[in-house]
């Protein structure tokens, strides 16, 4: 008798134990960029309202400024499972697949309407690319319009020439190469200390980037808004942990994916504008490049555009033909 209570006791213990395994997930999500930053504030939220509205079955718990995985670890955290979740800037992704860095070629999408066409052009082959690797998509969204900081005023490309250009991305790397720079793969998490150390003093990044890494504590006076391209971060789930789901949640997921994609892009337009002028509120120059230099600016863009639709193949090629 009393070894039958002990089984039976084991045995309830074993199948109450097996059912909260089944029903309650936790997923780490890991995002590069500062807690204060408008696309991991939006991803958090996102983490919180799934959570609230799974009813006990998932809660994500938001990892930002890259404490759980740095920028360049994200996507291969979260394809091997060692994060579930996270976020990742698509266009520093270019060799996992060329179509990834569409939204970073200069002048192909210069304003919000053209950066939604554009994403809506190449989102299906990203999302089956991704797909492939085991990923599943969730959303994306732009960083406002690129321009170029200088802790030296820049009037011609003579003046860019030599400079050391931090970068974040093939693009970025190749505009330098093309202007004569010399460029440095930096982590925005890392922008500070390379301009205070002197390891660099120029940049192609949003008004956002440098509001919020306050670039002119560290002697960058200029920004120079050249708006040639909006660069987006996307929102991606590892296979495993989604099929791991009942469909109810997965289906909450997604619909709350949709719900923060929406205010991440009306988000990013605020700071398109609101950014740029904390810039110059904090005592910058902001302005815009002169003709010059803006058409050396779209003769790089066209060189680089002969050379994305090389690498990217037919499926660029259907992406470009979709967009236009
Ligand atoms: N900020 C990120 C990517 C694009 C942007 O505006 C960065 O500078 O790394």
Redesign the pocket.
């Known amino acids: 008798m009393k070894l039958l209570n002990k089984l039976l006791i084991i045995f309830f213990a074993f199948l109450l134990n097996s059912n909260f395994a089944m029903s309650a997930e936790k997923w780490d999500m890991a995002l590069a960029y500062g807690a204060g930053n408008f696309h991991s504030a939006n991803a958090t939220e996102f983490a919180k309202n799934v959570t609230e509205k799974s009813g006990g079955k998932l809660t994500i718990v938001a990892h930002p400024g890259g404490s759980l995985y740095k920028g360049g670890e994200i996507f291969r955290a979260v394809r091997t499972g060692q994060a579930q979740i996270g976020e990742r800037?698509m266009s520093a992704l270019g060799k996992e697949d060329p179509l990834l860095e569409v939204d970073s070629q200069p002048f192909l999408a210069t304003s919000y309407d053209d950066a939604m066409k554009l994403y809506q052009a190449s989102k299906q082959e990203i999302v089956k690319g991704l797909d492939a690797k085991g990923l599943i998509f969730l959303y994306a969204v732009p960083?406002?319009a690129?321009g170029l900081y200088s802790k030296k005023e820049i009037n011609s490309i003579a003046d860019l020439k030599g400079l050391k250009f931090r970068a974040?991305n093939s693009a970025t790397i190749r505009i330098a190469e093309l202007t004569g720079m010399a460029p440095t793969k930096i982590?925005?998490a890392e922008?500070s200390q390379a301009f205070s150390t002197g390891a660099v003093e120029s940049m192609i990044?949003?008004p956002?980037?440098g509001k919020n890494s306050k670039i002119w504590e560290n002697g960058v006076g200029y920004f120079y808004d050249i708006a040639a391209w909006f660069?987006k971060n996307m929102v991606i789930v590892n296979k495993d942990a989604w099929n791991k789901l009942d469909s109810g949640t997965q289906k909450l997921i997604m619909s709350e994916a949709a719900v923060a994609e929406k205010k991440g892009w009306e988000l990013s337009k605020k700071g398109n504008v609101a950014d740029k002028k904390a810039l110059a509120d904090a005592g910058m120059k902001v302005g815009k490049v002169n003709s010059a230099l803006e058409k050396h600016f779209q003769k790089v863009g066209a060189t680089m555009a002969d050379e994305w639709k090389a690498k990217a193949g037919s499926r660029g090629a259907s992406v470009l033909a979709a967009y236009k």
Do not use: D, G, H
């Open positions: 800037f960083w406002p690129q974040y982590e925005a922008i990044t949003s956002t980037t660069p």
